[in-house]
């Protein structure tokens, strides 16, 4: 027994999840800066950007990206600038929405079987969305993208969480949790700097 003390294995693995994280949000900073340094010498004023997140709330970790945008909203009010959507099942409900909004950037956060970790968030490419699984909603994210741009010009960073379970009525997992805590805070911390909301 460990009184008053962390076990050293748990600390060592806590060290190492740490660890990936700051890696993790190193490069998504890069990407996210690097992006907006492109869009900034096109245009004089920041992107104008929707927020989607998209699950089923009942299905376990297939809430994550729901989840994720519910605690950005809890934190941030909808702007000119940025708009944050709940969409659950169905984002082409929410497609008159997002024209009208007209945005530069569209960030979209879905649970996605990427046969990466439990928990790892990753940037991907959209020639790959057909091919990520844990897909529930009743489009494709492709599908849902090809009929936005038919009206609209905009760019897509799509968000994928590695699930542990999307299984009906299961909880969410503990390593998703963490990711979704750990990428609000980072999102929410380059959102101010970047919009000073």
Same mark, same amino acid.
């Given at each position: 027994?460990?009184y008053g003390?962390w076990?050293?294995?748990?600390k !060592?693995?806590?060290?190492?999840i740490?660890d990936? +994280?700051? /890696?993790?949000? &190193?490069?998504l900073? #890069?990407?996210?800066?690097?992006?907006?340094?492109?869009?900034?010498?096109?245009?004089d004023?920041l992107p104008?950007?929707v927020?989607?997140g998209i699950?089923?709330e009942l299905?376990?970790?297939?809430?994550?990206?729901?989840?994720?945008t519910?605690?950005?909203? !809890?934190?941030?009010?909808?702007?000119d600038q940025v +708009?944050? /959507?709940?969409? &659950?099942?169905?984002? #082409?409900?929410?497609?008159?929405v997002?024209?009208d909004?007209c945005?530069?950037w569209l960030?979209?956060f879905?649970?996605a079987?990427?046969?990466?970790k439990?928990?790892?968030?990753?940037l991907?490419?959209?020639d790959q969305l057909?091919?990520?699984?844990?897909?529930?909603h009743?489009?494709?994210?492709?599908m849902?993208?090809?009929?936005?741009q038919?009206?609209?010009?905009?760019?897509?960073?799509?968000f994928g969480?590695q699930?542990?379970?999307?299984?009906?009525?299961?909880?969410?997992?503990?390593?998703?949790?963490?990711?979704?805590q750990?990428t609000?805070?980072?999102?929410?911390?380059?959102?101010?700097?970047?919009?000073?909301?």
């Open positions: 027994m460990h003390k076990h050293p294995h748990r !060592k693995r806590l060290r190492f740490t990936e +994280k700051k /890696i993790l949000h &190193s490069y900073s #890069e990407q996210l800066d690097q992006a907006l340094k492109s869009h900034l010498a096109k245009n004023c104008i950007l927020i989607i699950g089923n299905n376990g970790d297939d809430a994550a990206g729901v989840i994720l519910q605690k950005l909203k !809890k934190a941030i009010s909808n702007s +708009k944050l /959507i709940e969409a &659950s099942i169905a984002p #082409e409900n929410f497609t008159g997002i024209r909004y945005p530069d960030w979209i879905d649970a079987e990427m046969g990466q439990s928990g790892t968030l990753q991907i490419d959209l057909d091919s990520i699984g844990a897909n529930t009743r489009i494709s994210p492709t849902f993208l090809s009929y936005l038919l009206e609209l010009d905009f760019r897509t960073f799509f969480i699930p542990v379970s999307v299984e009906p009525f299961s909880d969410m997992s503990s390593p998703v949790k963490r990711t979704i750990t609000t805070n980072f999102l929410l911390q380059w959102l101010r700097n970047t919009y000073n909301i």
